[in-house]
Structure formats: C-alpha cells, structure tokens
Nanobody
Framework: QVQLVESGGGLAQPGGSLRLSCAASGFTFSQYAMSWARQAPGKGLEWISGIYSDGINTYYASSVKGRFTISRDNAKNTLYLQMNGLKADDTALYYC??????????????WGQGTQVTVSS
C-alpha cells in the first residue's frame, strides 16, 4: 500500500523559508521520479517541481524556479522541498507523489494528504 506523508508546512512571513518533507512507503522509492504539486484556495492543482530517481536531474515550474529546491534521500525514502523567498502566492496545500513520464500525474493514482503552507505577515 502506497503511503505518502507530507510534513513541514506552517505559517511563514513573506521572504521567509520552509522545508517540506514527504515520507514515502509501500513502493521502491529509489526507483521512481517524484513530484511536488500544490493547490491554492479556489484554484486547480499546479505542478511545481520534479526530480528523477537518481536525484541528479530536477525541474521546476517558472512560478518557483530560483526560489524552491527539490531533493531526495533514497536511503530515507524521503523527498524534500526547500522553499525560500516565500510569497503570498505560495499559500497552498502542498502534495507529493511518485510520477512516470508525466510529471503532473501521480503514478499510483493519488497525491499524499498534503501539508498546508500559509505565507502572511
């Protein structure tokens, strides 16, 4: 059974930082590319970042490029998202999932339960 548990969200000030984690189990984490996506209030799901299984190649949406950094620890079955320079527009529920050829489609049918990020002064 695939389990994805996101954590690390919270309240941050504009310009601040947060580090999200995604603990994965139920599949061979090291063999899969992973993605982060987010959903802001009243908006659709937005893919924001992906990383290949080896952790070397990473990709970002233009909305977060240069501010967010995706990484992974295959020994710990954990995916990370370091978020710097946070803006109010980054307020959203953040999700992770293993993905295939399409970065924005969860390979096993669903994203995790999400972790809330709120950016406000």
């Amino acid at each position: 059974q695939v389990q994805l548990v996101e954590s690390g969200g919270g309240l941050a000030q504009p310009g601040g930082s947060l580090r999200l984690s995604c603990a994965a189990s139920g599949f061979t984490f090291s063999q899969y590319a992973m993605s982060w996506a987010r959903q802001a209030p009243g908006k659709g799901l937005e893919w924001i970042s992906g990383i290949y299984s080896d952790g070397i190649n990473t990709y970002y949406a233009s909305s977060v490029k240069g501010r967010f950094t995706i990484s992974r620890d295959n020994a710990k079955n954990t995916l990370y998202l370091q978020m710097n320079g946070l803006k109010a527009d980054d307020t959203a529920l953040y999700y992770c999932a293993p993905v295939g050829s399409n970065w924005s489609v969860p390979l096993f049918g669903s994203w995790g339960q999400g972790t809330q990020v709120t950016v406000s002064s």
